[in-house]
């Protein structure tokens, strides 16, 4: 197949989850298939980071988009009926990049990264090719729980303000997500969960599921594991909305319980871009914000427990797969291991959804560690048979080829 993929940001370095999901496929459908890659880039180192790929397949980069003001958000979110995800990667040099590949070439399938990259969709559906649009999460669902949560903290103004924006995007998502799943080929979802949020909307959409995946070539715990830390881990993009809000409810409602029971543990955050609030929990003795690692491996290594306290967000955990296949032992809410079918709470992991549950968790793993080492190799056993990249991507493949999409 000749596969041209839209993508909203640098797949490579793959730092963030959807670099890392849109790395791994490309690579795999690189393989079999001749592939470009027409792909944003915020500047020009990133851009220089990306062509990397050039070896890989057709790679043509377009810097942008441009960064969007709070004024500007402010406004389309009172007067336009888009919502943010669709506004936020429009461009003109984009739009020209892609009518000349377009034009110029020939294509028997367009893969869209993300719901962002919707708008584009419908510009190639014009050429008549066939569309496919890869849903990293159901965007409607995300925000339905950002706004739930935030006006359950009514009267705070903040909460007030940032659970109206959020109701509002809300409603405009649902709208968007509709429209674009009756009018694509093939959506792409990572999960049953986000397959049922999305079949309520357009319940004859074309959906099929294509999980996300762990390297467990690359995530593999070392022969001889050094001792454990003191150390609980939480590892992800830590000014993404869900992760912050993930971090304060633990550092506020469950490490206190934890820290009664065993005083000398303290808390890394790890992860790219740390937002003021969490910066501002760094106290170098009890809580450390580490922000990013070049390599996340060591610190999954030596973690005592890997803690994933999601209360929002959607789609399937790239960071909790990464523990699980570094055999780690990982406590996590319902929210935190949704998407990953086949957990099983007891064998696998643990899961725990109030403060004082996750913290007597947290607490079986650090007194029992016969325990906490057996449910992390039966992790490890789980995610590599079920979720290793090269299990994940002949679905893809197979999923946006022409003749499956004509009979689906």
């Given amino acids: 197949m000749r596969i041209l993929v839209l993508a909203p940001y640098p797949a490579y370095p793959p730092r963030s989850g959807g670099a890392l999901r849109m790395f791994h496929l490309l690579r795999a459908l690189a393989k079999q298939h001749t592939v470009t890659l027409l ?175 762990v390297d467990c070539m690359y995530f593999a715990p070392p022969t001889q594991a050094p001792p454990p830390t003191n150390d609980l881990v939480f590892v992800g993009t830590l000014d993404y909305r869900p992760n912050v809000d993930a971090v304060l409810w633990f550092v506020d409602a469950v490490f206190p319980l934890i820290k009664q029971m065993h005083p000398a543990l303290r808390l890394r955050l790890i992860g790219r871009r740390p937002h003021p609030n969490v910066l501002a929990l760094h106290d170098d003795r009890h809580i450390i914000v580490t922000g990013e690692v070049a390599d996340t491996r060591p610190a999954l290594t030596e973690a005592a427990v890997v803690v994933i306290p999601m209360r929002i967000g959607g789609g399937s955990r790239l960071k909790l797969l990464e523990a699980l296949a570094m055999a780690t032992p990982v406590v996590s809410t319902s929210f935190g291991a949704e998407g990953v079918a086949g957990l099983r709470n007891g064998e696998h992991l643990l899961l725990a959804d109030t403060p004082a549950t996750f913290a007597q968790a947290v607490s079986r793993l650090i007194t029992d560690r016969a325990f906490a080492q057996q449910l992390g190799l039966a992790g490890r056993t789980f995610v590599c048979a079920n979720y290793d990249w090269t299990r994940i991507a002949p679905r893809l493949e197979a999923a946006i080829s022409p003749a499956a999409i004509l009979t689906s």
């Fill in 39 to 213: 792909s944003f880039a915020p500047d020009e180192s990133a851009a220089q980071a990306l062509a990397s790929l050039q070896n890989l397949m057709h790679l043509q980069v377009v810097i942008g988009p441009s960064p969007r003001s709070l004024f500007q958000r402010a406004l389309t979110t009172v007067f336009s009926p888009q919502p943010d995800m669709a506004l936020r990667n429009a461009s003109m040099a984009y739009t020209t990049a892609l009518h000349k590949l377009l034009t110029d070439q020939q294509f028997d399938v367009v893969l869209a990264e993300s719901i962002e990259m919707a708008p584009y969709l419908l510009q190639v559906r014009k050429a008549g090719l066939y569309t496919i649009l890869d849903e990293f999460n159901a965007e409607y669902l995300l925000q339905r729980r950002a706004a739930l949560t935030d006006l359950r903290r009514f009267p705070a103004p903040k909460a007030l303000i940032g659970g109206i924006y959020s109701l509002i995007q809300w409603l405009k998502l649902a709208a968007f997500e509709r429209y674009v799943l009756q009018v694509v080929d093939r959506v792409i979802v990572v999960s049953a969960e986000d397959e049922l949020a999305l079949r309520r909307l357009a319940p004859h959409a074309k959906l099929h599921i294509v999980p996300n995946g």
